[in-house]
């Protein structure tokens, strides 16, 4: 009984602290609210579109040698997921243009997703698959934030 408290306790925590940190963020970025703002050159937007269909194809892959516990396959395809990044297609200079179009919610959303990437891969490294799922989980929550922020002019059911 007190077990099944603090689990409505902790989901109760959760979904009160949601609200706060997303709070924060708009105080912080005010285009996060007004997801027509992200206006991007053509060829950045082509690229980010690029990155999206690769990751798109790698988490599905992630996730069917996550379920199997296929250390080795599961462990490249998360460090494949942390490297696909748009500024690779790009030079230094045209970077520091890019990073100084994109809202700063954005970038942070990004950064943490690539990070969790990298995170995933060390846990598939010591077999621990249950924490690998965890942070799937994780990051298949960092595709809907950003899209939900950033994207909902294009994924409308989306719109918050
Ligand atoms: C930091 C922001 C961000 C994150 C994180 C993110 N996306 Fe996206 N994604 C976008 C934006 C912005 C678009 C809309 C691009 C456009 O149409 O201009 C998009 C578009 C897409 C598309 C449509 C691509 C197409 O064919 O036009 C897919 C599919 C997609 N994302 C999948 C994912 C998945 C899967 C994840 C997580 C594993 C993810 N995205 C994480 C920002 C993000």
Known sequence: MDF??????????????????????????????????????????????????????????????????????????ALEIRDTNLKQEFNSQEIKKIMKILPKGFIKLDRNFHMTANELSKAVDSNDFKTALTLYKDMTQSCMDCHTAYAANRFENLKE
């Open 4 to 77: 099944t408290k603090a689990i409505v306790l902790a989901l109760l925590l959760m979904a009160f602290s949601i609200p706060v940190s997303a709070q924060t963020m708009d105080s912080k970025d005010s285009t996060r609210m007004n997801p027509q703002e992200l206006k991007l050159p053509e060829n950045v937007q082509t690229v980010l579109i690029h990155e999206m269909v690769t990751i798109t194809r790698l988490m599905g892959n992630l996730l069917e040698y996550i379920v199997q516990g296929d250390t080795q396959s599961a462990s490249r395809a």
